[in-house]
């Protein structure tokens, strides 16, 4: 079963917006993670986010994380055409430690 | 360093038949975890081996197994294929047990299924 829910599913901006991607999760959590995959490609991972913080800032991106309202947002300031990915949440509740993953916002930005 | 590798990169077979899938991990992580990505369903969890033994299991049919061997790579085996088992199959490792950073993951295998 999906922990995480990406919304909305598919984004599409131009270059030099903001993109704001949003993530739901059902139970508590250790930490909250976002990848991002190009086509048909293997995930990387962009950030990682712990329980008891609330916000994190890597280079163009910012994550924020409530806990009591069990979301997560990924902003990505600024946009390129490279940016052009499928984004995913993924949620670490901590039993038997497995990463579980939403089914992704597609992100296409354009030129 | 060289990160995941998965082989093959693509994989064709028809109904009935076995795949194989294999995975390398990072050199010093010790925990594999196989991912399906099927079309529109996203990423569900498969399999997760730590030190050779399987730790988790994700909701799959026992013709999904796979092992992990003493230098830590892995493979995934899918007997009897259906056709709904067509999908990117993704490897992924990390540091050992009960590490909740980040997974590291292969290109993938895209299995179809004829």
């Known amino acids: 079963s999906q922990q995480g829910e990406e919304d909305p599913q598919a984004l599409s901006i131009q270059e030099g917006e903001n993109a704001t991607m949003n993530c739901s999760y059902k139970t508590s959590i250790n930490n909250l993670q976002w990848y991002r995959q190009n086509s048909g490609r293997g995930l990387v991972h962009l950030i990682l986010?712990?329980?008891?913080?609330r916000e994190k800032h890597s280079g163009r991106l910012r994550v924020t994380l409530d806990t009591s309202k069990k979301s997560s947002s990924l902003l990505i300031t600024a946009s390129r055409a490279a940016d052009t990915a499928s984004y995913f949440c993924?949620?670490?509740?901590?039993?038997?430690?497995?990463?579980?993953f939403g089914k992704g916002t597609l992100l296409t930005v354009n030129p | 360093e060289a990160g995941v590798t998965q082989s093959p990169t693509h994989l064709i077979k028809t109904r009935g038949q076995q795949a194989t899938l294999r995975c390398s991990p990072i050199?010093?992580?010790?925990?594999v975890y196989w991912y399906q990505q099927a079309l529109g369903l996203g990423l569900q969890f498969l399999l997760w081996?730590?030190?050779?033994?399987?730790?988790n299991r994700g909701n799959f049919p026992p013709r999904f197994s796979g092992r992990q061997f003493p230098n830590y790579s892995s493979e995934l085996n899918v007997n009897a294929l259906e056709l709904e088992d067509s999908a990117l199959y993704l490897c992924?490792?990390?540091?050992?047990?009960?590490?909740?950073?980040?997974?590291?993951f292969g290109e993938g295998s895209r299995l179809t299924v004829l």
């Open positions: 993924a949620t670490d509740s901590g039993s038997n430690y497995k990463l579980t």
């Open positions: 050199s010093g992580h010790t925990s």
């Open positions: 992924a490792s990390s540091l050992g047990q009960g590490s909740t950073g980040e997974l590291f």
């Open positions: 081996y730590d030190e050779g033994e399987e730790r």
């Open positions: 986010i712990r329980s008891n913080e």
